[in-house]
């Protein structure tokens, strides 16, 4: 089994050092926040939460008179609308966040009341090298994870969706929910070069409360590359969905850090303004369970009722349990390989994993698993353009991503082409898609191995190919 790696809060990492990780993982803050307190986060038994702030759920019919007297019982002055019959409330100096939750979950109108989980991004690191050059078209001897022996098979599925008249997943808009991208050249921001400006719709930054959702951090743009960056700029690599449109939500700030709350918000953002996917490349700490984030359970199921394919990392904490929102009913739970087919050493696995997809790294010690070599150098990294430091301005090839935050765009991408190919039908549901990637899946591991494996390796050719498990014509 995958050893527990120590790193319980990432969902992707790099492999020199721990402290390169981008962390994004939803926790709550402070579990109690007094007065002048300089704490920025607290530890709650599910993990780290916002300080001076509860999330509170009414029940359908309470009057907006008995919404502001229970806020105000719990020492709260500024409520927040953040979701139907929900609000988010910040409380008075001096009122701790324990205390305001004791008192609101004895009021009878009130279905649930809890902390403000952080999640932290599920991979990648902040690199400082200047990445690397490339001749035009020899993505081939970089993106092992789109063509070699272990990838998924990228060039059969571009052929399946331009034979279906979809080439790239045309007009397809998946939502990235993230640090933002790199989408627009605004103030000091600027779009990344192996970006086209169609390639984006109206998105939303809900980190900073502003219709521009530039990239603080270079994780979102890495992972957008994945799904859509383009493939006729000859600037050396291409994203599997290139002709998708992208809608960027920004949900983490700068260190990869967001609330439950706010990817609730990015999520039913994304749902009411058209995206048919939505990617989640972010965790929340082992210790966060679904009671513990309601409101980003009841956005993940309003966008399942709508027919909106949720894709999530499963975690990189190398334990045999997915995290959340990964491990939410009715997401696609993506875990990470490496370049030798094998799963990645820090990738959670278990029961109510989908599937995996390339996140590189190094293998896992898996014995009789005749693709698992731990004792060897680990394979290649997963590459994409995006910042080559801090700077946004800067762009290139950086090394050092890896984590099931590089998995997940994959399985997302595969989705927006299987939807454009029109082969499930013309409006396919997310379950009907989850079954045609797991059906399409190779097998990896043992006979036992599901727990590890899920249904397989993502197969893109397979699952974008006319026939087979739910075609239709």
């Known amino acids: 089994m995958p050893p527990n790696e120590g790193h319980p809060r990432t969902a992707g990492r790099g492999r020199r050092s721990r402290s390169w990780a981008v962390r994004l993982a939803a926790a709550l803050t402070s579990a109690i926040a007094l007065a002048g307190c300089a704490e920025a986060r607290a530890e709650a038994p599910g993990g780290e939460y916002a300080p001076g702030e509860v999330l509170v759920k009414y029940a359908p019919g309470t009057s907006a008179g008995a919404w502001a007297a229970s806020a105000k019982a719990a020492g709260a002055e500024d ?38 989980y952080r999640a932290r991004a599920a991979g990648g690191r902040i690199p400082n090298d200047t990445g690397l050059g490339h001749e ?13 022996q272990f990838g998924v098979d990228a060039p059969e599925a571009w052929a399946n969706v331009a034979a279906d008249g979809a ?57 957008t590359g994945t799904i859509a960056e383009a493939d006729k700029h000859n600037l050396g690599l291409t994203g599997l ?13 700068s260190e990869g850090e967001g609330y439950a709350s706010t990817i609730a918000e990015g999520v039913l953002f994304a749902v009411r303004h058209g995206a048919r996917v939505i990617n989640l490349s972010l965790e929340f700490s082992s210790g966060v369970t679904a009671g513990d984030i309601p409101e980003l359970i009841d956005a993940l199921r309003y966008a399942y009722r709508r027919g909106v394919v949720v894709v999530a990392a499963a975690g990189n904490e190398g334990h045999e349990a997915i995290a959340y929102p990964a491990r939410a009913p009715h997401v696609i739970a993506v875990g990470a390989t490496t370049e030798h087919g094998c799963l990645a050493n820090y990738s959670n696995y278990g029961p109510g ?18 693709n698992c070599r731990p004792e060897l150098p680990a394979g290649k990294d997963i590459f994409q353009m995006t910042f080559t430091g801090s700077s ?35 409006r396919p549901t997310p379950a009907q898609i989850t079954a045609r990637l797991r059906a399409t899946a190779r097998k990896l591991g043992g006979p036992g191995d599901s727990s590890l494996y899920g249904a397989g390796l993502l197969d893109a050719a397979a699952a974008t190919a006319r026939g087979g498990p739910g075609a239709v014509g």
């Open 167 to 223: 080439p790239g997943g045309r007009r397809v808009i998946v939502a990235v929910l993230d640090t933002g991208v790199a989408y627009a050249n605004r103030g000091r921001y600027r779009r990344s070069p192996d970006f086209s400006r169609y390639t984006f719709v109206k998105g939303y930054d809900f980190v900073d409360h502003s219709p521009y959702p530039n990239d603080h951090n270079g994780h979102g743009t890495f992972v």
């Open 79 to 116: 409520p927040a609308v953040a979701a139907q019959h929900t609000r988010l409330l910040r409380l008075a100096s001096g009122v701790s966040v324990q205390a305001a939750l004791k008192k609101l979950r004895r009021e009878p109108d009130v279905a649930w009341a809890v902390p403000d």
């Open 241 to 253: 969905a290139f002709e998708a449109r992208i809608m960027p939500v920004r949900v983490l700030n």
């Open 392 to 426: 946004p301005r800067k762009f290139g090839f950086p090394n050092g991503y890896e984590g099931t935050s590089m998995a997940a765009p994959h399985v997302a991408a595969t989705a927006a082409l299987i939807i454009a190919s029109g082969l499930l039908g013309r």
């Open 136 to 148: 035009p078209g020899d993505w081939r001897l970089i993106q092992w994870n789109f063509v070699g």
């Open 353 to 370: 994993l989908t599937l995996v997809a390339p996140g590189a790294g190094a293998d896992a010690s898996l014995p009789g698993d005749p």
